[in-house]
């Protein structure tokens, strides 16, 4: 017993999958030992076997509370004295459920303890914290739904943030979150941080569907066909495996809902394919959260607030690292978030690049003109439309690789540092005084 305390304070994976060898060989020995069947939960939810730490303890949660073979009513003091009750079940049942992010079920099974026992709720809550947190972020989400499902997308986008302010050490939770703002913020038409959301929700969980089929939908929107068909090719991958897994299952009843749902996403990424490889640039005014028809002053506004907002540094700064985080998962998160943020905020650039400059901005305004004629003349829809290059003025300076090169021509990867202000954002130190201007001014 004393060894696996000792592997469990160290609070590595390796180390608890030592601890639970340790504590197996001792529970033959003595198979109901409370010391040791706690150890076990323990050194389960360091290593995130969640599903199997509810089990045990729901195994053997009758055992804790009986005596004498019949179980007892207490209140909940009794609960805090009797050494026959265990509280660490219900705790660990709760922060289980709450890192899987089914809340819910947490509250369910909450109110199921309440009704064996004679304490009201909040006498309740003082011997498990948890339970007030998860009641606050259900009612914040609760609250959040509804005024988006009313239209009131500002107020519903404060309540996802309100949640997300709490805690975000619920991954799954969390997740959730992000993606239902990234749809108040499209509905909004901050595409830039609805993307921006997305990409944490991804970052968070990997298998996210929603999030990665809003952020295609999103990228799309913005005519970044390239990330959109990185985002359906995930997705399809996901679906497929999906598809096997519900095979291997006798009486999977959703089954056919998944294999509509990989149709879907296969004809959106045909479609999706053919509309990245006609190059159209990116729409920048949408980029930048702008009507075309803006002042120079209104797009440098923009801008600054865009680029602040969503500078790499600044990623991930809402996301807090949980209490039984493995080091390695926890750096590819981070990493991930960096990654989505650095591309996003050079795509900023990048429209600010072609904006800022009367000339470029005049030259793309016209070609968005024809394009739009182009679209209006194939029955307003682009899906199927051939690119013909040669209808534009400036030769290839249409394509999204030649726009590109206006960008980087005065945009300068976030990843570059200095010294200086407007290094640390991000910009090429040539134009120190200008993006100063813009970013300070």
């Given at each position: 017993?004393?060894q696996?305390?000792?592997l469990l304070q160290?609070?590595t994976?390796?180390?608890?999958?030592?601890?639970l060898?340790?504590?197996a060989?001792?529970?033959?020995i003595?198979?109901?030992?409370?010391?040791?069947?706690?150890?076990?939960?323990?050194?389960?939810f360091?290593?995130?076997?969640?599903e199997?730490?509810?089990?045990?303890?729901?195994?053997?949660?009758?055992s804790?509370i009986?005596?004498?073979?019949?179980?007892?009513?207490?209140?909940?003091s009794?609960?805090?004295?009797?050494?026959?009750f265990?509280?660490?079940?219900?705790q660990?049942?709760?922060?289980?459920y709450?890192?899987?992010?089914?809340?819910?079920?947490?509250?369910?099974?909450?109110?199921?303890?309440?009704e064996?026992?004679?304490?009201?709720?909040?006498?309740?809550?003082?011997?498990?914290?948890?339970?007030?947190t998860?009641?606050?972020?259900?009612?914040?989400?609760?609250?959040?739904?509804?005024?988006?499902?009313?239209?009131k997308?500002?107020?519903?986008?404060?309540h996802?943030?309100?949640?997300?302010s709490?805690?975000?050490e619920?991954?799954?939770?969390a997740?959730?979150?992000?993606?239902?703002?990234?749809?108040a913020?499209?509905?909004?038409?901050?595409?830039?941080?609805?993307?921006?959301?997305c990409?944490?929700?991804?970052?968070?969980d990997?298998?996210?569907?929603?999030?990665?089929?809003?952020?295609?939908?999103?990228?799309?929107?913005?005519?970044?066909?390239?990330?959109?068909?990185?985002?359906?090719?995930?997705?399809?991958s996901?679906?497929?495996?999906?598809?096997d897994?519900k095979?291997?299952?006798?009486?999977?009843?959703?089954?056919?809902?998944?294999?509509s749902?990989?149709?879907?996403?296969?004809?959106?990424?045909?479609v999706?394919?053919?509309?990245?490889?006609?190059?159209?640039?990116?729409?920048?005014?949408?980029i930048?959260?702008?009507?075309?028809?803006?002042?120079?002053?209104?797009?440098?506004?923009?801008y600054r607030?865009?680029?602040?907002?969503?500078?790499?540094?600044?990623?991930?700064?809402?996301?807090a690292?949980?209490?039984?985080?493995d080091?390695?998962?926890?750096?590819?998160?981070?990493?991930?978030?960096?990654k989505?943020?650095d591309?996003?905020?050079?795509?900023?650039?990048?429209?600010?690049?072609?904006?800022?400059?009367?000339?470029?901005?005049?030259?793309?305004?016209?070609?968005?003109?024809?394009?739009?004629?182009?679209?209006?003349?194939?029955?307003?829809s682009?899906?199927?439309?051939?690119p013909?290059?040669?209808?534009?003025?400036?030769?290839?300076?249409?394509?999204?690789?030649?726009?590109?090169?206006?960008?980087?021509?005065t945009?300068?990867?976030?990843?570059?540092?200095?010294s200086?202000?407007?290094c640390?954002?991000?910009?090429?130190?040539?134009?120190?005084?200008?993006w100063?201007?813009?970013?300070?001014?």
């Amino acid at each position: 017993m004393k060894q696996s305390a000792e592997l469990l304070q160290r609070r590595t994976s390796s180390d608890a999958e030592n601890a639970l060898g340790v504590i197996a060989q001792a529970l033959t020995i003595s198979s109901w030992c409370e010391k040791l069947l706690e150890m076990k939960a323990d050194a389960l939810f360091t290593l995130r076997k969640y599903e199997e730490l509810i089990r045990l303890c729901e195994q053997t949660l009758g055992s804790a509370i009986s005596v004498n073979g019949r179980l007892t009513t207490m209140d909940c003091s009794d609960v805090q004295k009797n050494p026959s009750f265990s509280l660490w079940r219900w705790q660990l049942i709760i922060k289980s459920y709450f890192s899987l992010g089914r809340l819910e079920e947490a509250l369910d099974f909450l109110k199921k303890q309440e009704e064996s026992i004679s304490t009201t709720k909040k006498s309740l809550e003082s011997l498990i914290p948890l339970a007030g947190t998860i009641r606050e972020l259900m009612r914040h989400k609760a609250a959040g739904n509804e005024a988006f499902q009313s239209g009131k997308h500002a107020e519903a986008a404060e309540h996802y943030t309100a949640a997300l302010s709490c805690t975000v050490e619920s991954r799954p939770f969390a997740a959730v979150c992000f993606c239902n703002r990234a749809a108040a913020y499209k509905a909004m038409g901050q595409i830039v941080d609805a993307i921006s959301d997305c990409s944490l929700a991804i970052a968070l969980d990997g298998n996210y569907r929603k999030a990665i089929s809003r952020r295609a939908t999103l990228f799309e929107m913005i005519r970044d066909y390239e990330q959109a068909r990185r985002d359906l090719q995930r997705l399809v991958s996901l679906l497929m495996k999906q598809v096997d897994d519900k095979a291997n299952q006798s009486g999977a009843s959703d089954k056919s809902s998944i294999v509509s749902e990989l149709r879907q996403a296969q004809q959106r990424l045909s479609v999706t394919e053919e509309e990245s490889r006609k190059e159209i640039p990116l729409n920048m005014y949408l980029i930048l959260g702008i009507d075309s028809s803006v002042t120079a002053s209104e797009i440098k506004k923009a801008y600054r607030k865009a680029a602040l907002r969503h500078h790499p540094d600044k990623a991930g700064q809402s996301l807090a690292r949980s209490e039984n985080g493995d080091a390695g998962l926890w750096k590819e998160v981070v990493e991930g978030v960096y990654k989505d943020a650095d591309r996003l905020f050079k795509m900023i650039g990048e429209a600010y690049a072609v904006l800022s400059d009367p000339t470029k901005r005049s030259q793309y305004d016209l070609e968005e003109e024809m394009r739009s004629t182009q679209k209006r003349g194939n029955g307003g829809s682009t899906s199927r439309m051939q690119p013909d290059v040669h209808n534009y003025p400036f030769e290839r300076s249409s394509s999204r690789r030649q726009w590109q090169e206006t960008g980087k021509a005065t945009y300068h990867s976030a990843s570059v540092r200095d010294s200086t202000p407007a290094c640390e954002l991000g910009l090429q130190p040539l134009f120190e005084n200008r993006w100063m201007e813009v970013l300070y001014g």
